[in-house]
């Protein structure tokens, strides 16, 4: 048989196909989404997101180093306030949960890359991600209130701020109230392709921050969509975003692309609540093997295009690619 081509020949060893991996990545890449609570002595484990828990802010130090250890240098909160109210004041309080752990996190940990989201859901009573004015959100009222929110959070020690809400408008406002504080050099990941998807519940579980009525289809995206993704990007480039996200991950790696080959600045690719409650519940079972699992969706994300990843699992990856299993 009369073969020149034969693509067999570069996979033959373990250090052959990891000389000609396409894909590389590095622990400095992961993001991890970690919840803060009000309360006093709480690690509370999620129910369906097994080994991720709502820490209060004495429990935080402890869990931040685990990280350090692990060489996960990144980390995206989320609070979770003892009150609600119509207008989500816990989310813009000086004395938020967030704004607290911030500083808390900032004094004991220079060094970690603190990151926000910024959203209201899980300050509103109604739990939707504005401000309603009848039963819609309002959106460019809610502006005024995110942008606050960005602010106090950077007044209290962010490196980089997060909105997830998907107001129009929102990366602008929040870039202008930066400026005018004197926080230009504060950047923005804008969560600017953000699809209205059931992979969230076990999130809204976790936070608190399902709506009491309706859903979120006026404001975040209809998954049938890829071309409405790629204007949603362009538009947060124009208005200022530093870095962009796509969310979820795994069923919309399409999304990574395209948003990866249409703009000039970082993707990020968020792999959210529901995708590691899939794969928890799985391997519970014995049905499939967990770490190999998660390290198939890490390195789909970023051969996909993306050059950060937000990850519950990013303590686990991190130890898999010291151990050289992926990157
Ligand atoms: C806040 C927000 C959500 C997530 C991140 N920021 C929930 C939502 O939009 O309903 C989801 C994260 C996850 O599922 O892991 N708006």
Known sequence: ?????RPRRLR?????????????MDKSSLIYPLFVKEGTNL????PSMPDQYRYSLDQLPYAVEELQNAGVGNLMFFGIPEHKDEVGSGAYAQDGIVQRALREAKSRFPDMYCITDVCMCEYTSHGHCGVLCGHD?????TLKLLSQTALSHVEAGADMVAPSDMMDGRVLAIR????EH???ETPIMSYAVKYASAFYGPFREAAGSAPSFGDRKSYQMDYHNSREGIKEAILDVQEGADILMVKPAMSFLDIVTKVHDEVQIPVAAYSVSGEYAM???AAAKGWIEEERIMCEMAVSAYRAGAQIYLTYYAKELAK???EGKIG
Do not use: H, P, W, Y
């Open 1 to 5: 048989m009369n073969m020149i081509q």
């Open 12 to 24: 033959g060893s373990e250090g052959l196909r990891k000389m000609v991996r396409e894909t590389r």
């Open 43 to 46: 690690k509370e484990e999620i």
């Open 137 to 141: 959100v309002e959106n460019d009222e």
């Open 176 to 179: 202008n109230t930066l400026d």
């Open 182 to 184: 004197g926080f230009k």
């Open 279 to 281: 794969v928890k519940a």
């Open 320 to 322: 898999c690619m010291d």
